[in-house]
């Protein structure tokens, strides 16, 4: 028989009531009533960090998709897998991508879940996430942070991160001086999200979507729209997530 819920996984004490019980009395020092350790596990990793700009906008977004699970029947948990940020990680992010897939893979295997949201954006971490979620192989669905806005400068749209590399290159050359490409610096990213540019963040968003592994339309949102947060109505990310649920009852 396939248990679900809290029964999931259960640690090893050579005693599965024991272990069960012991589960629950921890889990309600946590707060969640009877009813709640009842209705199927969804867990949401997220690869929020202050490391990471492209997901600086996250905790908003996780809150969300917690309401959508909720909304469905389901109990979301949320825990943390290794977060990839493009710009902030040396010799390059692509180094931990597969470091990330088995983080991914490890913790959908080793915990109570029925279910998982993966919830990413930056070119490295949806790989991985897709990677892990695949090996453990339980239900899931992908939310994406989005891309940025494009900002301007002097009149003209500035997409991160194209425009910075052609106005790198015009600073190297001598065309603009150290103020305007510090302007320029200023200008690149000014939201949260993904670069606004159809670049590898953009890419994988639409493999994502075009692998069915989110709904129609969810990879090319704006991370600051309103239209991301997955509650919003029939055709939106709540949808998918309450079949995630569906799945997991």
């Known amino acids: 028989m396939t248990e679900h819920g809290l ?15 012991l589960r629950r009395s921890f889990a309600k020092a946590m707060g ?8 199927p596990i969804v867990g949401i990793i997220n690869t929020y960090s202050e490391f990471n700009n492209c997901h600086h906008h996250f905790p908003e977004l996780v809150e969300a998709i917690k309401r959508g699970v909720w909304q469905a029947g389901g109990l979301p948990l949320e825990f943390p897998t290794i977060s990839l940020g493009e710009l902030f990680l040396s010799p ?22 029925d279910a998982v949201v993966l919830v990413g954006g930056c070119d490295k971490t949806m790989p991985a996430l897709l990677m ?15 891309p ?21 290159a015009k600073y190297r050359r001598g ?9 320029v610096e200023g200008q690149l990213a000014p939201t949260a999200g993904t670069c606004s540019v159809m670049g590898t963040a953009s890419t994988m968003a639409c493999v994502t979507e075009a692998l069915g592994m989110m709904l129609p339309g969810g990879a090319a949102i704006p991370a600051v729209y309103a239209d991301r947060a997955p509650w919003r109505g029939c055709g939106k990310t709540g949808d998918a997530i309450g079949r995630a649920t569906a799945c997991a009852k």
Do not use: H
Request: with cysteine.
């Open 175 to 183: 065309e603009i001086d150290l103020a305007t490409i510090n302007q």
């Open 32 to 39: 969640f009533s009877e009813a709640a350790l009842d209705k």
């Open 132 to 146: 892990g979620a695949a090996s453990a192989g339980l239900p899931a669905v992908a939310v994406v942070g989005g």
């Open 148 to 168: 940025m806005l494009t900002s301007n400068f002097e009149g003209e749209r500035l997409g991160a991160c194209t425009d910075c590399r052609r106005y790198w």
């Open 92 to 113: 390059t992010s692509m180094l931990f991508r597969n470091l990330m897939s088995m983080d991914v893979e490890t913790m959908i295997r080793a915990q109570p879940l």
């Open 7 to 21: 029964a999931n996984n259960l640690t090893e004490y050579g005693d599965r009531q024991f272990a069960l019980y």
